[in-house]
Nanobody, 126 residues
Framework: QVQLVESGGGLVQPGGSLRLSCAAS????????VAWFRQTQGKEREFVAG????????KYADSVEGRFTISRDNDKSTASLELNDLKPEDTAVYFC???????????????????WGQGTQVTVSP
């Protein structure tokens, strides 16, 4: 497993923006597929966005398509999620996750990720 640490969460008004970062401890970060999930109380953790090991493939949940952007910088072993035009329903704890790339990570939305960060809180409220 790889150690992951999220940062960048906070309190924003509807329509605002945030940029979340995920720092990985591994030197071979470019061998991992990465995804962002979010979770609210009483709800199962849901897929938000995913990115392939080289950034060539990206996948977004319908609810964030066109508003969020996932990216990565393998030289810095980091992944980011830009959250734009935020809505109250985006309020959640956001987690980054990683899984060694391979046949099992071709579908980013259904990949079983084995490494998880601690999460960062995003609150969207007037």
């Amino acid at each position: 497993q790889v150690q992951l640490v999220e940062s960048g969460g906070g309190l924003v008004q509807p329509g605002g923006s945030l940029r979340l970062s995920c720092a990985a401890s591994t030197r071979n970060f470019d061998t991992y597929a990465v995804a962002w999930f979010r979770q609210t109380q009483g709800k199962e953790r849901e897929f938000v966005a995913g990115i392939s090991w080289n950034g060539h493939s990206r996948k977004y949940a319908d609810s964030v398509e066109g508003r969020f952007t996932i990216s990565r910088d393998n030289d810095k072993s980091t992944a980011s999620l830009e959250l734009n035009d935020l809505k109250p329903e985006d309020t959640a704890v956001y987690f980054c996750a990683a899984e060694p790339a391979g046949w099992s990570t071709l579908n980013l939305a259904t990949t079983k990720f084995s490494s998880w960060g601690q999460g960062t809180q995003v609150t969207v409220s007037p």
